[in-house]
């Protein structure tokens, strides 16, 4: 299978600071691959490293088949980048943003402006086309980028956090987007630490933490092998809490208890025969949010 | 610092390298009306870069304080109403001009020697012709709600009138029409009265005369710039 | 899939240009009112100033102030068309459209984006001093066809300008620091030699000037202008190409630095 990122043993440090701690990614080409974790946890060093603008201090990482090290400009021309922050150029207009970004990519003046009435089309942008980038929504920025990012038709995106920050419409639209991309044989590689994103978006992802690839397969398969089908989240009344030997887990956190158990229902309901009375309770199906917690034993922070 | 870059170092050394430098290519002073060179252009800079900062002082430095920054906002919820932000921000720009004018007089002093006690009203002039040029200008980009002409102002109206005041030349050297513009704006009165003072020929009427101009432009400003405080501040 | 053809350094050079073109096309005033600058300086000084001032002697050569002072004007115009662009804007693009993150993501290396910036630099330089050079020599201040040479010396004094500026703006870390560009940029305007002939200074001095890039344009200008041209000049061309290729080297591995991390 052709794989469009492959890395070995890759590394990035700052001084003592370890971010990326020998990781190995191998990403096939045309999935949708995510990598999940908190804050510092090494994903945007990580997408850093596979655009070609951060050096790895040690390790190997070819991406779509050629060497990151020697080969930045030929990669990047293959690249469509989605940076944490839009980095749009806010005294450009938006047509004129992804003109200029067609631009640097070699286009001629009428194949850039070919695109960028299609992209603009895509981003669903085609009436703000001559506004200023500042008077755009969060929402209508992210979508700009993310047209700006396909200028090159890329073989691969990378998208740092693409919805961070966005209300659900926004959210769903941008989904709606990224799925079109995906049908038409895209790769991409995002990063996210929504936990309902990946299982939206991603085909198979690894969870990162601390520079370190704590687990990794599909969205389903990792819940399936980190934790229970359902979970029971309890609120109990003061001073009640639940222990002994019970035929599922229990973890206590702040404010109310989980219970991972495959039947929810069964579990509430031993619970209930123990004489305990929750102030509170809902059964749902387990998310990767529940797989970070049973992996790393605490809450995401944002 | 930036006070003593740009209202000390930056007017000290523009004397010093003209005063010098042209001064030396000077053949008749006595043209210019002064002992030499730099009895012309030391107080010109004087009073001519009060008026540049003062500009300054209008535009930017009050587009952030009144929009960017809290710290006006923050004043009209006190007693203190628009108006008296309105004042303030002329006063302390004021007593700030006129300090580092002081500054710049006792390195101009070192330089053309003791020029009698009127020279110390000097600092005072150029204080003024500075907020006479910031006050006008205030009462516009106080209505601003960006800087987007704020570059326009700087190079075709603030720059022009430093250089064309009278601060390195005689007015009246210069075209007719360009010595009968400037002599319709502050810079011009605040520089003819500050080199009067410093050369020791101060008549009491044309000096009553250079202050009235600069007083009107100041409170002229003044008045028009209240709509703009009162948008910016208390909607 | 669209096969592309990877993007040439010369491509990738003349799309950072074009950036800035675009940007100029609808601030055009701003461009005009930089050109008009110097002249503002050349009419109350030069103009203003030369009943009081009799000629001055140039290689030998005695010449009128006004047609003294039009020449170091011409320099000035192109150190006035650079410095901005190079400090104040680059600094705005790098840190807060970073605008350079987002290029470096595309096939632009960093010397593309350097070189691009410098270049649009030298365009605006040239732009400059062409349209006071056509001035000049319709009022009758330009004595020799070397003259014309005057427009590649401005290209060098805005390549020159440009990559110490850029070098410089690497270092800035708030914009008060810019109180002390400002100062530095007047004290390259009016201590190099525009307004009166480099021999008023005392010797130490002279070393001083001799050091910073815009005294070598006026001199080169100067000499262009009223046709003195001499072997001699050479010097101060190699003066700016040396500032030019240290000064760009450097701005460059200056931004890997902060760019590529």
């Known amino acids: ?302 | ?235 | 899939m669209m096969t592309q053809a990877l993007v040439t350094n010369r491509q990738a050079v003349r799309s950072v240009v074009e950036r800035n073109i675009i940007f100029f096309k609808r601030d055009w005033i701003i461009l005009v009112a930089g050109f008009l600058e110097p002249l503002f300086w050349l009419i109350a000084i030069g103009t203003g100033l030369s009943s009081f001032i009799g000629d001055i002697d140039v290689d030998g050569k005695l010449i009128g102030y006004t047609a003294f002072v039009v020449p170091g004007l011409i320099a000035s115009s192109a150190l006035n068309a650079a410095a901005f662009d190079s400090t104040f804007n680059f600094f705005y693009k790098l840190h807060y459209l970073k605008i350079y993150d987002a290029m470096i993501t595309t096939p632009l290396s960093i010397t593309n984006v350097v070189l691009g910036e410098v270049a649009w630099s030298v365009l605006r330089s040239t732009m400059y001093s062409s349209a006071f050079l056509v001035l000049a020599t319709a009022f009758g201040f330009i004595e020799s066809w070397w003259g014309l040479l005057i427009i590649p010396v401005s290209a060098l004094i805005g390549f020159a300008i440009s990559a110490v500026g850029i070098f410089s703006t690497t270092f800035v870390r708030t914009w008060n620091d810019f109180d002390y560009f400002g100062l530095a940029i007047q004290l390259l305007f009016i201590g190099s030699a525009t307004f009166y002939p480099i021999t008023v200074y005392p010797e130490w001095v002279r070393w001083i000037v001799q050091l910073t890039p815009l005294y070598h344009g006026v001199a080169l200008c100067r000499s262009l202008a009223l046709g003195t041209i001499a072997v001699d000049d050479l010097w101060h061309i190699g003066a700016l190409l040396a500032t030019m290729t240290i000064f760009g080297l450097w701005a460059r591995a200056r931004l890997e630095d902060k760019l590529l991390h």
């Open chain 2, 1 to 235: 610092m930036s006070i003593v870059l740009s209202g000390f170092l930056n007017p000290v050394f523009t004397m010093l390298t003209l005063g010098w430098g042209v001064g030396s290519l000077v053949d008749d002073p006595a043209a210019l009306g002064t002992e030499d060179y730099v009895h012309f252009v030391g107080p010109g800079v004087l009073a001519g870069s009060a008026m540049l900062q003062g500009g300054f002082y209008s535009l930017w430095q009050a587009l952030g304080a009144l929009r960017w920054e809290g710290m006006y906002k923050n004043a009209v919820r006190t007693p203190a109403s628009y108006i008296d932000v309105l004042t303030g921000r002329l006063v302390w720009g004021f007593l700030r001009l006129t300090f580092s004018s002081f500054a710049f007089l006792v390195v101009l002093l070192l330089v053309i020697g003791w020029s009698g006690w009127a020279a110390l009203l000097a600092p005072f002039v150029a204080g003024l012709t500075g907020m006479a040029t910031a006050s006008p200008i205030l009462a516009y980009s106080s209505a601003q709600e960006n800087d987007k002409a704020f570059p326009i102002i700087s190079r075709l109206i603030v720059t022009p009138l430093f250089v064309f005041s009278g601060t390195f030349t005689p007015v009246d050297s210069m075209p007719d029409f360009i010595a009968g513009i400037v002599k319709a704006f502050p810079g011009y009165h605040g520089i003819e009265l500050a080199r009067d003072l410093l050369n020791e020929r101060a008549a009491l009427g044309p000096s009553l005369g250079h202050l009235a101009v600069l007083l009107v432009w100041i409170v002229g400003g003044w008045i028009l710039a209240r709509a703009g405080f009162r948008k910016a501040l208390t909607s």
């Open chain 1, 1 to 302: 299978m052709e794989l469009a990122v492959e890395a070995r043993a890759l590394s990035k440090r700052f001084g003592d600071f370890v971010a990326v701690d020998g990781i190995d990614l191998e990403i096939r080409s045309g999935e949708t691959f995510a990598l999940l974790g908190p804050n510092g946890a090494g994903k945007t060093s990580t997408m850093r490293m596979v655009s070609t603008v951060s050096p790895p201090t040690s390790g190997s990482l070819n991406v779509l088949g050629m060497d990151a090290s020697g080969y930045g400009r030929q990669i990047r021309s293959q690249l469509g980048v989605v940076p944490q922050e839009d980095q749009l150029d806010s005294e450009l207009s938006v047509r004129e943003n992804l003109m200029i970004h067609a631009r640097y990519f070699g286009q001629s003046w009428s194949d850039a402006g070919r695109r960028a009435e299609d992209l603009l089309e895509f981003a669903q942008l085609t009436d703000r086309s001559k506004a200023r980038v500042e008077t755009l929504s969060g929402g209508m920025k992210r979508r700009l980028t993310i047209a700006r990012a396909l200028v090159n038709e890329p073989q691969l995106v990378l998208l740092d956090e693409p919805t961070t920050g966005l209300d659900p419409q926004a959210r769903q639209l941008l989904w709606d987007r990224l799925y079109e991309l995906k049908e038409r044989g895209v790769t991409q590689l995002l990063t996210t630490h929504y936990m309902d994103e990946a299982e939206q978006l991603a085909d198979r992802l690894v969870v990162m933490d601390g520079g370190k690839i704590i687990a990794s397969g599909s969205p389903t398969s990792l819940i399936e092998e980190s934790t229970s089908a359902e979970v029971v989240e309890l609120r109990l009344p003061e001073g009640v809490t639940i222990d002994g030997d019970l035929p599922f887990q229990v973890e206590t956190l702040r404010n109310k208890v989980l219970l991972y158990a495959d039947d929810g229902r069964a579990a509430l309901s031993h619970i209930q025969e123990l004489g305990i009375e929750p102030t509170g309770s809902l059964i749902r199906r387990s998310t990767l949010e529940d797989v970070f917690l049973a992996l790393t034993g605490r809450q995401l922070v944002d």
